[in-house]
């Protein structure tokens, strides 16, 4: 899905917190589609996600086609992904709902 104006204005302000280890498809089953924005050649797929606590995001950095070429992870293949947040919370409650959803 093509990155929205306003998924850019929630995404704004959140800055990176730590990792999750999940499956493409887990996160797609929890979340839907991710966006993809084929100006930035740091990710290939990232979901904003709105939390109890403010936004979320999920996404992989630099270890897909889009940095790497055909040396890049396909989104299946990955399974560390970057969360950021404007906040702990949302950083927590993004690995609650992937560990009990």
């Known amino acids: 899905m ?3 104006d306003d998924a850019m204005k929630m995404r704004n302000g959140t800055s990176f917190r730590s990792y999750i280890n999940a499956q493409y498809d887990k996160l797609v089953e929890l979340f839907g589609e991710p966006f993809t924005d084929t100006n930035n050649h740091k990710t290939d797929a990232e979901w904003i996600v709105a939390t109890p606590y403010g936004p979320a995001t999920i996404y992989n950095y630099k270890n897909g086609f889009s940095y790497l070429g055909l040396s890049g992870l396909k989104l299946e293949e990955m399974n560390e992904w970057h ?3 404007r906040n ?3 950083y927590e409650w993004i690995v609650e709902k ?4």
């Open 98 to 101: 992937i560990t009990t959803g």
């Open 88 to 90: 702990k919370q949302s």
């Open 83 to 85: 969360v950021g947040g």
């Open 2 to 4: 093509k990155m929205t």
